[in-house]
């Protein structure tokens, strides 16, 4: 498994990702995708990022690459991907979607059944009108898989729990390894900071659920290293290796 960094968004608010955090205090933090790759020629993706021009103007990231071209770098096509676990509907995560044309993409049926209605439109706010409609042709395409609720197995080796309330029906991912069972957190748990202080992440429907779902995670990973928050550069220092924004989460 292995975290693949595309992005950067530099000088960001801590008090965006951490609940209570100083106004003041800013941070470099990464935008990223994770890499499975599982027996059987399957390969997966918690995640799929961004691509449309718009955020890019928007957001103007730094040492930007598209998430399709960027997990070349674990040897990873866009065409091999077989299956993309989206942890909620927020840009930086869907958006990449279709940039994998071969995919699945396994999604919280709550989430996208609050996010989208029957047209391919927003519901509610939280997710952009191109990915609605995006994500309502991949549906209708047939490539979509609507997760029904807290710790299903998706496919061998992944496993969704839900609780977290970044969004509505956010998920994160347990992954099955040779080390044991990563977590990936995605934004229901932004840093590490969140984690190790027991801080609820700022952007959250319940900031007790939240606080409850990152101390699940504790439970359910391996170690609590292998907890993969969303967006902390830390961990491309924890894991170091191989390097050139890419970490082997082992």
């Given at each position: 498994?292995?975290?693949?960094?595309?992005?950067?968004?530099?000088?960001?608010?801590?008090?965006?990702?951490?609940?209570?955090?100083?106004?003041?205090?800013h941070?470099?933090?990464?935008?990223?995708?994770?890499?499975?790759?599982?027996?059987?020629?399957?390969?997966?993706?918690?995640?799929?990022?961004?691509?449309?021009?718009?955020?890019?103007?928007?957001?103007?990231p730094?040492?930007?690459?598209?998430?399709?071209?960027?997990?070349?770098?674990?040897?990873?096509?866009?065409e091999?991907?077989?299956?993309?676990?989206?942890?909620?509907?927020?840009?930086?995560?869907?958006?990449?979607?279709?940039?994998?044309?071969?995919?699945?993409?396994?999604?919280?049926?709550?989430?996208?059944?609050h996010?989208?209605?029957?047209?391919?439109r927003?519901?509610?706010?939280?997710?952009?009108?191109?990915?609605?409609?995006?994500l309502?042709?991949?549906?209708?395409?047939?490539?979509?898989?609507?997760v029904?609720?807290?710790?299903?197995?998706?496919?061998?080796?992944?496993?969704?729990?839900?609780?977290?309330?970044?969004?509505?029906?956010?998920q994160?991912?347990?992954?099955?390894?040779?080390?044991?069972?990563?977590?990936?957190?995605?934004?229901?748990?932004?840093?590490?900071?969140?984690?190790?202080?027991?801080?609820?992440?700022?952007?959250?429907?319940?900031?007790?659920?939240?606080?409850?779902?990152?101390?699940?995670?504790?439970?359910?990973?391996?170690?609590?290293?292998?907890?993969?928050?969303?967006?902390?550069?830390?961990?491309?220092?924890?894991?170091?290796?191989?390097?050139?924004?890419?970490?082997?989460?082992?």
């Open positions: 498994m292995y975290a693949v960094r595309y992005g950067t968004a530099r000088d960001f608010p801590a008090a965006a990702l951490i609940a209570g955090a100083d106004t003041g205090r941070l470099d933090i990464a935008f990223m995708v994770w890499v499975i790759k599982l027996p059987g020629g399957r390969t997966a993706l918690v995640d799929a990022g961004f691509y449309r021009q718009k955020f890019l103007d928007q957001w103007k730094a040492d930007y690459r598209r998430p399709s071209e960027a997990i070349r770098a674990v040897g990873v096509a866009p091999d991907v077989t299956d993309i676990v989206v942890t909620h509907v927020h840009w930086d995560h869907l958006d990449g979607a279709d940039l994998f044309p071969n995919a699945r993409v396994w999604i919280q049926r709550e989430e996208y059944e996010h989208v209605d029957q047209a391919g927003p519901r509610d706010p939280a997710i952009d009108s191109a990915d609605a409609a995006m309502w042709r991949l549906k209708e395409a047939g490539r979509v898989m609507l029904d609720g807290d710790g299903r197995e998706l496919f061998p080796g992944i496993t969704a729990y839900t609780g977290g309330r970044h969004t509505y029906a956010s994160y991912v347990g992954v099955r390894t040779a080390r044991g069972v990563v977590v990936v957190a995605s934004d229901n748990a932004y840093l590490y900071e969140n984690l190790e202080r027991h801080r609820p992440i700022a952007q959250t429907l319940d900031s007790v659920a939240n606080l409850t779902a990152q101390a699940r995670m504790s439970q359910l990973a391996a170690t609590p290293r292998l907890i993969v928050p969303g967006h902390d550069t830390e961990v491309f220092r924890r894991f170091p290796a191989p390097g050139g924004g890419v970490a082997r989460i082992e």
